[in-house]
């Protein structure tokens, strides 16, 4: 069993950047790729980037294209941590952002073993 807390949401003016974390207790992360997903009011659920297990050791994917050369996934294994670093944030990042863990990079939400409860991100002026 995994538990995820995802961390680091908030109101930030656009342009602002955001690191969001997301940290896992209970079962390492090592077996694990960790995807960022958000949703959007109205809107359905978003895949964004995937890292992949320590285990498996092949690095990370970018899903959105609205989000690419804007985000960067990464991971800290001493700390059982991934986070989200999000540059130049626009109003339409607006969203509830997830993590979630999987045997293997990919952005299907029905693949997902285990989710995090999400944190707000408020992009406004």
């Known amino acids: 069993q995994v538990q995820l807390v995802e961390s680091g949401g908030g109101l930030v003016q656009p342009v602002s950047s955001l690191r969001l974390s997301c940290a896992a207790s209970?079962?390492?992360?090592?077996?694990?790729?960790i995807i960022w997903f958000r949703q959007a009011s109205g809107k359905e659920r978003e895949g964004l980037s995937c890292?992949?297990?320590?285990?498996?050791?092949?690095?990370?994917?970018d899903y959105s294209d609205s989000m690419k050369g804007r985000s960067t996934i990464s991971r800290d294994n001493a700390k059982n941590t991934v986070y989200l670093q999000m540059n130049s944030l626009k109003a339409e990042d607006t969203a509830v952002y997830y993590c979630a863990a999987a045997p293997g990079c990919t952005n299907a939400a029905g693949a997902m073993l285990y989710w995090g409860q999400g944190t707000q991100v408020t992009v406004s002026s």
């Open positions: 209970g079962r390492t992360l090592d077996f694990y790729a």
């Open positions: 890292i992949s297990s320590r285990d498996l050791n092949e690095g990370s994917i």
